[in-house]
Nanobody, 115 residues
Framework: QVQLVESGGGLVQPGGSLRLSCQASGTIFSINSMGWFRQAPGKEREFVARINWSGSYINYADSVKGRFTISRDNAKNTVYLQMNSLKPEDTAVYYC????????WGQGTQVTVSS
């Protein structure tokens, strides 16, 4: 069983920054990629960013390119999402995702961008 624990969410003003973390634990045989998705109220969950475990492949949703940066620490089985220049439309619950043969999800962390 694999557990994903996210942290780092909170309330921030427009233009501010937050850094999300997601640590994977449990029986992890392999990790192909880890990533972040988000779900705003009344909307479907959407892709934000993904990184493969070698770090050779990264992709972002167009809506966050140039503002968000995904990175990973293989030794800690942890993926990060640095979010800069936050906008009110970034408000959502952010979910960590691990693809390692099976797909696993974290419980989500709330990010609220508001003045």
């Amino acid at each position: 069983q694999v557990q994903l624990v996210e942290s780092g969410g909170g309330l921030v003003q427009p233009g501010g920054s937050l850094r999300l973390s997601c640590q994977a634990s449990g029986t992890i045989f392999s990790i192909n990629s880890m990533g972040w998705f988000r779900q705003a109220p009344g909307k479907e969950r959407e892709f934000v960013a993904r990184i493969n475990w070698s770090g050779s492949y990264i992709n972002y949703a167009d809506s966050v390119k140039g503002r968000f940066t995904i990175s990973r620490d293989n030794a800690k089985n942890t993926v990060y999402l640095q979010m800069n220049s936050l906008k009110p439309e970034d408000t959502a619950v952010y979910y960590c995702n691990l693809n390692g043969g099976a797909v696993y999800w974290g419980q989500g962390t709330q990010v609220t961008v508001s003045s």
